[in-house]
């Protein structure tokens, strides 16, 4: 499956994460009867191998349509990507100082893309919970940007 998975997209590493992830899938899956168990795989690994290509291929879409905006705006991109850079040391600062769960639940849902009920499920929380600590992430990084640039202290810098 490997192979046929590489061969598409041209990966082997990123093949290898792909089947693994229709393992899991499979896995997770509730009892089902496959006549062809053999042939039921290799045709999910192809499909798999497909939604991954358009996938990628609408990230490269939308990736030429930010770079045409971006040379379209001129002088204004250094500005913006600066403002942008601060936003992100701002949220990141944010995150650091929240407490470890909320931090940790922030991170499974936003990067990881596990839905509430997973992370619930998984640290042994409710969903109410799970929710809640995410509140407090999303409001915490809100205000972080909301903030004025001049009230944030700069590392090393000394209050006066």
């Not at 006549?35 to 497909?50: F, H, M, P, Q, V």
């Not at 650091?96 to 940790?104: D, I, S, V, Y």
């Not at 205000?143 to 001049?150: F, I, K, L, M, N």
Request: glycine share 4%; with cysteine.
């Amino acid at each position: 499956m490997e192979a046929l998975v590489s061969r598409r997209i041209g990966c082997r590493a990123t093949a290898a994460d792909l089947v693994q992830d229709l393992f899991l899938r499979f896995w997770r899956r509730p009892e089902v009867q496959v006549e062809a168990l053999d042939t039921y795989l290799l045709r999910s690994a192809s499909n798999l191998a497909i939604d991954y290509l358009r996938s990628e291929g609408s990230r490269d879409r939308a990736a030429e349509g930010l770079h045409a905006d971006d040379e379209a705006r001129g002088s204004q991109a250094p500005e913006q990507a600066l403002a942008a850079e601060h936003d992100l040391q701002r949220i990141e600062a944010a995150l650091r100082a929240l407490p470890e769960r909320t931090r940790q639940i922030f991170l499974l849902n936003r990067i990881h893309g596990c839905t509430y009920g997973e992370i619930a499920r998984a640290m042994q929380l409710s969903q109410s919970a799970v929710e809640k600590h995410m509140m407090r992430a999303l409001e915490a990084c809100k205000a972080s940007v909301a903030e004025p640039a001049s009230l944030l202290r700069r590392p090393g810098s000394a209050r006066r």
